[in-house]
């Protein structure tokens, strides 16, 4: 999620004293019991958070640089993932107390922001089939199933949170490229503390006729951005490793919001359309956009069923209703855990 870091390594004050291989270590359950601390891991990214009156520290297995209440950093021996489980020395275990001790910032991450982006428009119709529907030749266009949807669903957020900037990419039926739809996400102001949302609203289109279902796409684990600007640190030595940090909590987070996507269509929908599931590719908005994104296709255009489905308002209503659900689970998942998007 986009966070604003101070950008100050606490390397003097919190740098701790590298111990043997034969040092005593403890699995992380027992360190959050022996703290006091509430534990969330998540276990898909290897990143934990320990939490105690107010603070938040975070850490990844296997890195000795963790983020303490989401504006600092410092270094201690990193937590090690052995026998199934995982293990933190003495020496995390007094950077945890520590920072436990201290006075407690006044900070609350928030979503600040929602983009939704109605695929193609204008010039670019994307996918097009012609179907008779009751009794009607059809030309069914993914840029005016995209509209509808976008529109509904902005709406709805809009309603639920005033709070919040709740913007669409387009509005009407104009053309944009791919690279103006990043820069609009790109360019969004947020206040410190704030955080923004990209959802890519599509529908598909195969050369199988009877290819149908709905999928939510992120970007590949694999694939890595640039997301942390060449300011935001003091020692540019650390810029790649805070990059892979942002990199890794960007990519959690796409997952759980395409999970909550996928049970809000799921529970809307029904068995009018089946689910194809959540996927990873490297789609150019999405591996372009620096914050949490997401790409949902909604149905097939080309399967004659399901093109019938996507022409009926109340069925659009249906999608635009799960992607909402979906997305608000989410806002309220990160806003309570203040930012963390791990699984306790």
Not at 107 to 127: C, M, N, Q, S, T
Not at 196 to 219: F, M, Q
Not at 280 to 304: C, D, H, K, Q, Y
């Amino acid at each position: 999620m986009i966070k604003r870091y101070a950008g100050t390594l606490l390397c003097a004050a919190l740098l701790l004293p590298l111990l043997s291989a034969q040092t005593a270590s403890v699995r992380l359950q027992d360190a959050a019991l022996q703290t006091g601390a509430s534990l969330y891991w998540d276990p898909l990214s290897g990143s934990g958070l320990l939490e105690k009156n107010g603070h938040q520290l975070s850490f990844h297995a296997g890195d000795p640089l963790v983020l303490l209440d989401y504006n600092r950093f410092a270094v201690t021996d990193a937590p090690q993932k052995r026998d199934g489980g995982v293990y933190v020395t003495q020496a995390f275990l007094a950077a945890v107390s520590e920072l436990f001790a201290s006075e407690v910032p006044e900070v609350f991450y928030r979503i600040g922001a929602i983009l939704i982006d109605p695929g193609h428009g204008g010039r670019d119709p994307g996918a097009l089939d012609t179907h008779t529907i009751n009794g009607r030749k059809i030309t069914l266009k993914e840029k005016d199933v995209t509209l509808r949807v976008s529109t509904m669903l902005a709406e709805k957020l809009k309603a639920a949170y005033p709070d919040k900037k709740i913007m669409l990419t387009r509005s009407t039926d104009t053309t944009l490229s791919l690279e103006q739809r990043v820069d609009i996400a790109n360019s969004v102001q947020l206040e410190p503390h704030e955080a923004i949302l990209y959802v890519s609203i599509h529908a598909n289109a195969s050369l199988d006729k009877k290819a149908s279902g709905y999928e939510v796409w992120y970007l590949s684990p694999g694939f890595r951005r640039t997301v942390i600007a060449s300011d935001a640190a003091e020692d540019e030595a650390l810029l790649p490793i805070l990059n892979s940090m942002m990199e890794e909590e960007y990519t959690t987070e796409s997952i759980l919001i395409a999970k909550f996507i996928m049970d809000g269509l799921g529970a809307q929908i029904g068995d009018k359309s089946s689910s194809r599931g959540i996927k990873a590719e490297e789609w150019f908005v999405v591996r372009n956009a620096n914050m949490p994104s997401v790409l949902v296709e909604t149905g097939f255009i080309t399967n004659e069923k399901e093109a019938a489905l996507l022409a009926d308002p109340e069925y659009l209503r249906k999608i635009a209703v799960g992607i909402y659900n979906g997305l608000a689970a989410f806002v309220t998942h990160f806003e309570r855990s203040r930012g963390f998007t791990g699984t306790q």
